[in-house]
T-cell receptor, first 116, second 108 residues
Framework: EAGVTQFPSHSVIEKGQTVTLRCDPISGHDNLYWYRRVMGKEIKFLLHFVKESKQDESGMPNNRFLAERTGGTYSTLKVQPAELEDSGVYFC??????????????FGPGTRLTVT | DAKTTQPNSMESNEEEPVHLPCNHSTISGTDYIHWYRQLPSQGPEYVIHGLTSNVNNRMASLAIAEDRKSSTLILHRATLRDAAVYYCILGTGNQFYFGTGTSLTVIP
């Protein structure tokens, strides 16, 4: 069974540009999460999808970030326009079962975003 | 601020037991305690989780204090492949709250 995949693995963009990160969860997993770790900080929750619906987006830092999950399958996270402080590693995770943190989350390898 | 606190780093000799501590003094009654680990260039990987009682699985054991304000991840016999960053996480509602992690070095 394929794990969670993320694309690209690394992206370098200039301040003010737009970047779109993609996550493909494990097939059949209704729950999809986005997290990020910025330099020197702990990994932080961004948002949670249940199928195509945003269940919790309280961790999204500001309106420059837009997440979508079309048809309840893959998800994209767009940053527009990117700022220097957006640099970090963005992780996607998926889980089966109902909402809540009881279930094991399967993480992708992350996308390293560098904004120059 | 992180909801869990962990030592930045620990060392263990190969084939010795390792006890990784975590404090989570603000834990609420419905929060789960999770442990994940991360190898270089990979995402976090599930290790174990629990609510109130101690838990055992093939990878590790989780000892939870009676007041649930702290927990300890126990690796019974450390191997070189166990060298990783170990995260103590509180699961609250739909969110995981990560600590800063403990970098475990295993000495051959």
């Amino acid at each position: 069974e394929a794990g969670v995949t993320q694309f690209p693995s690394h992206s370098v963009i200039e301040k003010g540009q737009t970047v779109t990160l993609r996550c493909d969860p494990i097939s059949g997993h209704d729950n999809l999460y986005w997290y990020r770790r910025v330099m020197g900080k702990e990994i932080k929750f961004l948002l949670h999808f249940v199928k195509e619906s945003k269940q919790d987006e309280s961790g999204m830092p500001n309106n420059r970030f837009l997440a979508e999950r079309t048809g309840g399958t893959y998800s994209t996270l767009k940053v527009q326009p990117a700022e220097l402080e957006d640099s970090g590693v963005y992780f996607c995770a998926s889980s089966q079962g109902r909402q809540g943190t009881f279930y094991e989350q399967y993480f992708g390898p992350g996308t390293r975003l560098t904004v120059t | 601020d992180a909801k869990t606190t962990q030592p930045n780093s620990m060392e263990s000799n190969e084939e010795e037991p390792v006890h990784l501590p975590c404090n989570h003094s603000t834990i609420s009654g419905t929060d789960y305690i999770h442990w994940y680990r991360q190898l270089p260039s990979q995402g976090p990987e599930y290790v174990i989780h629990g609510l109130t009682s101690n838990v055992n699985n093939r990878m590790a054991s989780l000892a939870i204090a009676e007041d649930r304000k702290s927990s300890t991840l126990i690796l019974h016999r450390a191997t070189l492949r166990d060298a990783a960053v170990y995260y103590c996480i509180l699961g609250t509602g739909n969110q995981f709250y990560f600590g800063t992690g403990t970098s475990l070095t295993v000495i051959p």
